[in-house]
């Protein structure tokens, strides 16, 4: 009997993702149909990411935060491993850092690590960051970008942003993201958490895009929405060794 079990790794059962290099032609572009745009409304993004870069690299980004936009976009912010959430609209910029929330709130290198933004637009505490499935401190203030976010030409890129022109790609790995149309809740971020990098988020409420990046030529949209990730510039590895207990101590192939 285990009952003292703490962690536990299958080592045949290697989990896939796309390995991203710092390339800035490496992505993943989602489109840009009607069920990935936010419009004027509340969302959440998540991500689970392994970071392998000290540089300023981007996550997950919507439409262009070039001016005058829209767009709006996560990615590491290296002077203090900070997650930065940036907001175009309307030619009004603004950026938010996790460590400004809370200076514990940093994404650890090389390290499995899960990420959550949420965002109401019309509260004052209204961004919230989660990593692993915590947040601490008071949320920031968005509310200054309450237009309306559709962009006309540009949609969802994984593992780049765009400001202009296609910049900042991501080191290191992105199993899953997914894209939200609504704020999620303390209770559903840390179920997401608790689910583990291959945890199954397609029937949450509110999902709009979701994403396994485990092919290296497209990657299906789990969310039922259809909008299929077209894969360019990345290798497929099979270095991800989940940990079969509930304390997610994933663990890498080396």
């Keep these: 009997e285990k009952t003292n079990l703490v962690s536990y790794w299958a080592l045949d059962e290697g989990y896939k993702t796309l390995d991203f290099d710092a390339n800035n ?14 419009g004027t409304g509340d969302f959440s993004i998540s991500a689970w990411v392994v970071n392998h870069a000290a540089d300023d690299l981007a996550i997950f980004s919507y439409g262009d935060i070039g001016s005058p936009g829209p767009g ?3 990615y590491h912010r290296a002077s203090d491993n900070s997650i930065r959430f940036r907001i175009r609209n309307n030619g009004t910029s603004i950026s938010k850092y996790s460590a400004t929330q809370d200076s514990s709130l940093i994404l650890p290198d090389n390290q499995l690590t899960h990420i959550c933004l949420t965002v109401d637009r019309d509260d004052a505490n209204g961004l919230l960051v989660y990593i692993n499935g ?10 200054s970008t309450t237009g309306n976010l559709n962009n006309d030409s ?11 022109s296609v ?8 199993p ?15 179920a997401q958490f608790n689910k583990g990098a291959d945890g199954d988020w397609s029937s949450d409420s509110g999902i ?29 590895v099979d270095s991800l060794v989940l940990d079969k207990t509930s304390n997610n101590n994933d663990g890498t192939i080396v």
């Excluded at 910049?167 to 992105?174: E, F, N, P, V």
Aim: hydrophobic share 40%.
């Design 72 to 74: 709006f976009q996560f």
């Design 176 to 190: 899953q993201v997914g894209l939200y149309n609504k704020v999620l809740s303390a209770s559903d971020v840390l």
């Design 134 to 143: 915590v947040t601490t401190g008071s949320g920031q203030d968005v509310r």
């Design 25 to 38: 032609a490496a992505h993943v572009y989602c489109g840009n149909d009607s069920s990935l745009q936010v």
């Design 154 to 164: 540009t949609g969802v890129y994984i593992g780049i942003r765009n400001a202009g």
């Design 208 to 236: 709009m895009g979701n994403w396994k990046l485990d092919n290296a030529s497209e990657v299906t949209d789990l969310s039922g929405n259809g909008n299929t990730g077209v894969v360019t510039d990345l290798l497929l």
């Design 167 to 174: 910049t900042a790609g991501w080191d290191g790995w992105i």
